[in-house]
Protein backbone atom coordinates (compact mmCIF):
# COMPACT_ATOMS: atom_id res chain seq x y z
CA UNK A 1 0.00 0.00 0.00
CA UNK A 2 1.44 3.37 -0.89
CA UNK A 3 2.10 6.08 2.02
CA UNK A 4 0.67 9.26 1.30
CA UNK A 5 1.77 12.41 3.13
CA UNK A 6 0.05 15.75 2.53
CA UNK A 7 2.07 18.58 2.06
CA UNK A 8 1.58 22.60 2.18
CA UNK A 9 3.60 23.79 -1.11
CA UNK A 10 5.33 26.57 0.45
CA UNK A 11 4.79 30.52 -0.32
CA UNK A 12 8.18 30.62 -1.55
CA UNK A 13 7.95 27.91 -3.79
CA UNK A 14 4.81 28.76 -5.70
CA UNK A 15 6.53 31.76 -6.50
CA UNK A 16 9.54 30.26 -7.75
CA UNK A 17 6.84 27.83 -9.60
CA UNK A 18 5.17 30.84 -11.37
CA UNK A 19 8.36 33.29 -11.66
CA UNK A 20 10.08 30.47 -13.68
CA UNK A 21 13.16 29.55 -11.35
CA UNK A 22 11.55 26.47 -10.25
CA UNK A 23 10.34 23.71 -12.64
CA UNK A 24 7.88 21.26 -11.37
CA UNK A 25 10.01 18.44 -11.69
CA UNK A 26 11.84 19.49 -8.64
CA UNK A 27 8.78 18.98 -6.90
CA UNK A 28 8.31 15.32 -8.57
CA UNK A 29 5.10 16.80 -9.79
CA UNK A 30 3.80 16.86 -13.14
CA UNK A 31 2.66 20.33 -14.56
CA UNK A 32 -0.81 19.51 -15.03
CA UNK A 33 -1.38 18.41 -11.42
CA UNK A 34 -0.27 22.18 -10.39
CA UNK A 35 -1.18 24.61 -13.03
CA UNK A 36 0.02 28.15 -13.00
CA UNK A 37 -3.43 29.35 -12.93
CA UNK A 38 -3.76 27.36 -9.81
CA UNK A 39 -0.70 28.78 -8.02
CA UNK A 40 -1.69 32.35 -9.38
CA UNK A 41 -4.86 32.01 -7.62
CA UNK A 42 -3.33 30.64 -4.54
CA UNK A 43 -1.05 33.59 -4.25
CA UNK A 44 -3.61 36.71 -5.62
CA UNK A 45 -5.97 34.99 -2.86
CA UNK A 46 -2.66 35.71 -0.24
CA UNK A 47 -2.09 39.19 -1.70
CA UNK A 48 -5.61 40.03 -0.38
CA UNK A 49 -4.65 38.78 3.32
CA UNK A 50 -6.28 35.00 3.44
CA UNK A 51 -3.88 33.14 5.72
CA UNK A 52 -1.78 30.78 3.57
CA UNK A 53 -2.91 28.10 4.69
CA UNK A 54 -6.74 28.39 3.09
CA UNK A 55 -4.46 29.41 -0.13
CA UNK A 56 -1.84 26.82 -0.28
CA UNK A 57 -1.82 24.26 -2.74
CA UNK A 58 -1.34 20.48 -0.88
CA UNK A 59 0.91 17.90 -2.72
CA UNK A 60 -0.43 14.34 -2.12
CA UNK A 61 3.53 12.72 -2.04
CA UNK A 62 4.34 9.16 -2.08
CA UNK A 63 6.56 8.73 0.93
CA UNK A 64 8.72 6.18 -0.52
CA UNK A 65 9.37 7.50 -3.81
CA UNK A 66 8.98 11.15 -2.75
CA UNK A 67 6.37 11.30 -6.09
CA UNK A 68 3.68 13.42 -6.44
CA UNK A 69 0.23 11.47 -7.22
CA UNK A 70 -1.96 14.41 -6.56
CA UNK A 71 -2.75 17.85 -5.74
CA UNK A 72 -6.00 19.93 -4.05
CA UNK A 73 -6.11 23.31 -2.77
CA UNK A 74 -8.78 24.58 -0.59
CA UNK A 75 -10.65 27.72 -2.49
CA UNK A 76 -11.95 31.18 -0.80
CA UNK A 77 -15.90 31.79 -1.36
CA UNK A 78 -17.73 34.39 -0.57
CA UNK A 79 -18.94 33.16 2.94
CA UNK A 80 -15.92 33.42 5.18
CA UNK A 81 -17.01 30.10 6.96
CA UNK A 82 -17.44 28.06 3.89
CA UNK A 83 -14.60 26.82 2.27
CA UNK A 84 -14.65 25.08 -1.55
CA UNK A 85 -11.76 22.00 -2.00
CA UNK A 86 -10.38 21.02 -5.27
CA UNK A 87 -8.29 18.16 -5.84
CA UNK A 88 -7.03 16.09 -8.75
CA UNK A 89 -4.54 12.71 -8.98
CA UNK A 90 -2.27 11.88 -11.37
CA UNK A 91 -3.29 9.17 -13.86
CA UNK A 92 -1.51 6.66 -12.84
CA UNK A 93 -2.29 6.76 -9.45
CA UNK A 94 -6.31 7.10 -9.85
CA UNK A 95 -8.48 4.37 -8.74
CA UNK A 96 -5.88 3.30 -5.73
CA UNK A 97 -7.62 5.92 -2.94
CA UNK A 98 -5.21 8.84 -3.35
CA UNK A 99 -7.41 11.34 -3.68
CA UNK A 100 -9.60 9.92 -1.23
CA UNK A 101 -7.10 9.59 1.72
CA UNK A 102 -5.62 12.98 0.33
CA UNK A 103 -8.62 14.76 1.32
CA UNK A 104 -9.22 13.07 4.52
CA UNK A 105 -5.85 14.65 5.89
CA UNK A 106 -6.40 17.82 4.10
CA UNK A 107 -9.47 17.98 6.01
CA UNK A 108 -8.23 17.06 9.26
CA UNK A 109 -5.33 19.51 8.87
CA UNK A 110 -8.13 22.10 8.40
CA UNK A 111 -10.12 21.09 11.44
CA UNK A 112 -6.99 21.24 13.89
CA UNK A 113 -6.58 24.29 12.07
CA UNK A 114 -9.96 26.07 12.27
CA UNK A 115 -12.84 23.89 13.54
CA UNK A 116 -15.30 26.74 12.42
CA UNK A 117 -15.45 26.16 8.45
CA UNK A 118 -17.29 24.49 6.41
CA UNK A 119 -16.70 22.74 3.43
CA UNK A 120 -17.98 22.37 -0.42
CA UNK A 121 -16.97 20.05 -3.69
CA UNK A 122 -17.92 20.47 -7.02
CA UNK A 123 -17.80 17.21 -9.23
CA UNK A 124 -19.26 16.73 -13.02
CA UNK A 125 -22.44 14.42 -13.05
CA UNK A 126 -20.48 11.74 -14.56
CA UNK A 127 -17.73 11.42 -12.64
CA UNK A 128 -18.65 8.87 -10.60
CA UNK A 129 -15.05 8.27 -8.95
CA UNK A 130 -15.21 11.88 -7.91
CA UNK A 131 -17.91 11.78 -6.10
CA UNK A 132 -17.21 8.11 -4.48
CA UNK A 133 -14.02 10.28 -3.08
CA UNK A 134 -16.26 12.67 -1.23
CA UNK A 135 -18.86 10.40 0.18
CA UNK A 136 -15.88 8.65 1.51
CA UNK A 137 -14.73 11.95 3.19
CA UNK A 138 -19.00 12.76 4.61
CA UNK A 139 -19.95 14.86 2.18
CA UNK A 140 -23.47 15.14 0.71
CA UNK A 141 -24.79 16.52 -2.69
CA UNK A 142 -26.82 18.79 -2.09
CA UNK A 143 -28.00 20.69 -5.75
CA UNK A 144 -27.06 20.51 -9.52
CA UNK A 145 -26.28 23.53 -11.58
CA UNK A 146 -25.45 24.23 -14.84
CA UNK A 147 -22.20 25.79 -15.49
CA UNK A 148 -21.26 27.16 -19.14
CA UNK A 149 -17.80 25.60 -19.00
CA UNK A 150 -18.38 21.98 -17.37
CA UNK A 151 -21.89 21.23 -17.90
CA UNK A 152 -24.20 19.73 -15.08
CA UNK A 153 -22.13 19.86 -12.22
CA UNK A 154 -23.49 18.35 -8.33
CA UNK A 155 -22.59 20.41 -5.31
CA UNK A 156 -21.38 19.08 -2.00
CA UNK A 157 -21.25 19.85 1.12
CA UNK A 158 -19.19 18.42 4.22
CA UNK A 159 -22.13 19.77 6.50
CA UNK A 160 -25.45 19.13 5.63
CA UNK A 161 -27.06 22.29 4.20
CA UNK A 162 -24.05 24.02 4.05
CA UNK A 163 -24.18 24.42 0.31
CA UNK A 164 -28.32 24.32 0.03
CA UNK A 165 -28.85 27.22 2.57
CA UNK A 166 -26.30 29.09 -0.07
CA UNK A 167 -28.65 27.85 -3.43
CA UNK A 168 -31.82 27.81 -2.24
CA UNK A 169 -34.45 26.09 -4.53
CA UNK A 170 -31.31 23.93 -6.69
CA UNK A 171 -32.63 20.75 -5.08
CA UNK A 172 -31.10 17.07 -6.09
Not at 98 to 103: E, K, P
Request: charged fraction near 20%; proline fraction near 3%.
Amino acid sequence: MITLNVQLLCLRDARSLIGGSMAHSQLNCADYLLPSVVLQAALDAHSRGIDWFWCAPRLFVDDTTGQTMGTASFIATDDADVVEIGYGTANEFQGLGVASRGIAQMLAQAQAYNCAKSYIAKTASGNLASQRVLEKNGFAPCCKIIDPEDGEIVLWSKKKGAVADLMPGRDI
